[in-house]
């Protein structure tokens, strides 16, 4: 997901909702592995506690946001994890202790390397300053050995893990920005790097570096690749040919919509190219981002359901995942799915 520019974000809940089970959260039994992931990534929320935010039900009980999202019918949690945040959120340290309120609720996990200081998405995927020097055997050591510490800091807490993207939005690869110009404009990376289009080698030896990584320290999770714009059926397939030619290592495909308000036609095509490129690549396929303005919250349960439900019925989809539901519009981001600190109407797709 691109994020604009500006402060970030509020969070909030729900109990009684629809899709409400109990005060309690339910069981803290994890679902089943083979169960249809229904989740969403909330990585802001350390953040919007340490601002004072607080987390309602729709009843008005004050609630912990990774409760409300299981109490919405949610079986799993998205984190996404930076490598040395300005601040301490994405950091390690910040992704173990959300990891551990998901196993607290029973909830399975995703984690989303970004392999950059902040986010990355299609427009920037900025190299880390530590690694700013680095040539692409130095890159390769870094995204390895980072990734191992993060698991290995998750496992060391007997955490389980059970989905790793490698990038986010590689939507033509990734560090392959060195950083900004002072018009803030990313600076390419010509002679190394990630880039698809300049480098489609040493993107495919870096995301491999990243697979390797995942697999010593958590042999059974699934690897994703990442790709925005899944009604693109093209624009994926730039990415996953890059791997079927060089020799990309992944279990799954992991796909980000973004329809608007009219949505029909964007998720009907995203529908039809989740059964297109399993059956082309010979993967799982798994929604890892999607999410509309709630200032449309009618649309957005109705784009939300048929997204669920058409999901379910493709025998090679495996989940979908709301990005940051709690966010409010008041912090800038229209697309999260609470209002006035409580869940909207969309929250209650997750409950069928």
């Known amino acids: 997901m691109k994020i604009p520019r500006l402060s970030i974000i509020l969070a909030a809940g729900l109990i009684l909702c629809a899709c409400s089970k109990d005060d309690n959260g339910g069981s803290s039994k994890k679902p089943s592995e083979t169960s249809f992931a229904l989740g969403a990534d909330i990585?802001?929320?350390?953040?919007l506690e340490s601002k004072g935010y607080k987390f309602y039900t729709q009843a008005g009980v004050q609630?912990?946001?990774?409760?409300?999202?299981?109490?919405?019918?949610?079986?799993?949690?998205?984190?996404?994890?930076?490598?040395?945040?300005?601040?301490?959120?994405?950091?390690?340290?910040?992704?173990?202790?959300m990891a551990l309120r998901a196993k607290a609720n029973g909830m399975r996990l995703m984690i989303d390397f970004h392999y950059s200081d902040w986010w990355a998405d299609p427009g920037q995927q900025v190299i880390p300053a530590a690694?700013?020097?680095?040539?692409?055997?130095?890159?390769?050591?870094?995204?390895?050995?980072?990734?191992?510490?993060?698991?290995?800091?998750?496992?060391?807490?007997?955490?389980?893990?059970?989905?790793?993207?490698?990038?986010?939005?590689?939507?033509?690869?990734?560090?392959?920005?060195?950083?900004?110009?002072?018009?803030?404009?990313?600076?390419?990376?010509?002679?190394?790097?990630?880039?698809?289009?300049?480098n489609p080698r040493g993107y495919i030896a870096l995301h491999n570096a990243g697979y390797d990584a995942v697999k010593e320290v958590y042999p059974d999770a699934k690897v994703i690749v990442h790709v925005d714009n899944g009604h693109d059926l093209g624009h994926v397939k730039w990415v996953l040919e890059a791997h079927k030619t060089y020799g990309g290592k992944y279990d799954i495909i992991g796909l980000s919509l973004y329809p608007g308000q009219d949505?029909?036609?964007?998720?009907?095509?995203?529908?039809?190219?989740?059964?297109?490129?399993?059956?082309?690549?010979?993967?799982?396929?798994?929604?890892?981002?999607?999410?509309?303005?709630?200032?449309?919250?009618?649309?957005?349960?109705?784009?939300?359901?048929?997204?669920?439900?058409?999901?379910?019925?493709?025998?090679?989809?495996?989940?979908?995942?709301?990005?940051?539901?709690?966010?409010?519009?008041?912090?800038?981001?229209?697309?999260?799915?609470?209002?006035?600190?409580?869940?909207?109407?969309?929250?209650?797709?997750?409950?069928?």
């Open 43 to 47: 990585s802001w929320t350390t953040m």
């Open 63 to 97: 609630t912990e946001c990774t409760a409300l999202m299981k109490q919405c019918g949610m079986n799993s949690i998205r984190l996404r994890v930076w490598v040395n945040p300005s601040d301490r959120f994405s950091s390690k340290e910040d992704v173990l202790a």
């Open 131 to 198: 690694w700013a020097d680095y040539d692409l055997t130095g890159l390769k050591k870094a995204v390895g050995n980072h990734t191992r510490e993060v698991l290995t800091l998750l496992k060391d807490n007997n955490i389980d893990v059970e989905w790793v993207q490698v990038g986010n939005e590689v939507a033509d690869g990734m560090l392959y920005h060195k950083g900004r110009d002072g018009s803030g404009k990313a600076i390419d990376v010509v002679d190394y790097g990630g880039n698809i289009t300049k």
């Open 263 to 352: 949505w029909q036609t964007p998720l009907q095509n995203c529908l039809a190219n989740i059964s297109e490129l399993s059956s082309m690549y010979g993967r799982k396929v798994m929604i890892c981002e999607t999410g509309m303005d709630y200032w449309y919250d009618n649309n957005a349960y109705d784009m939300l359901t048929a997204m669920i439900s058409g999901a379910r019925k493709i025998s090679s989809c495996t989940g979908v995942f709301y990005w940051e539901p709690e966010a409010p519009q008041e912090e800038g981001y229209k697309m999260g799915a609470f209002k006035d600190g409580k869940p909207t109407h969309a929250m209650d797709a997750f409950a069928h």
